[in-house]
């Protein structure tokens, strides 16, 4: 259960950080792809979350993010160049890369 907390708080904390992504750069494109990046991150932390608990394994790992990522793209227009994370590997750079942007600010 601490674990789903957890995941839960990244979740909220990945759509605050996409959204200030989203006002720093600016609206319109900017703004997808601020929202993108957060909702990644939440089903990245989420689904390794899921992982550490044995909740699933490697290959359902892939195929649930692949399941979340394609819901996302379906949510709206993206710019071409936004790249969904698909792979735990990708997910972990997702994951990085906010805490480095995290650790800048």
């Known amino acids: 259960m601490k674990s ?3 995941a839960i708080v990244f979740l909220v904390i990945g759509g605050v950080v996409g959204g200030f992504v989203a006002l720093s ?3 319109g494109l900017g703004a997808g792809v601020g929202v993108a ?3 990644q ?6 689904l390794e979350a899921a992982k550490a608990r044995g909740l699933v394994t490697d290959e359902q790992f892939d195929e649930v993010l692949g ?13 071409p160049d936004a790249a969904l994370a698909g792979t735990a590997a990708e997910c972990a750079k997702v994951i990085a890369g906010l805490q480095q942007a995290g650790e800048s600010q």
Do not use: K, N, R, Y
């Not at 991150?41 to 989420?46: D, E, K, P, Q």
């Not at 394609?70 to 709206?76: E, M, R, S, T």
């Open 37 to 39: 990046t957060g909702l």
């Open 67 to 79: 399941a979340a990522m394609a819901q996302i793209a379906d949510l709206g227009e993206l710019p």
């Open 25 to 27: 750069v600016g609206t």
């Open 4 to 6: 789903f907390i957890i």
């Open 41 to 46: 991150a939440g089903a990245c932390s989420t």
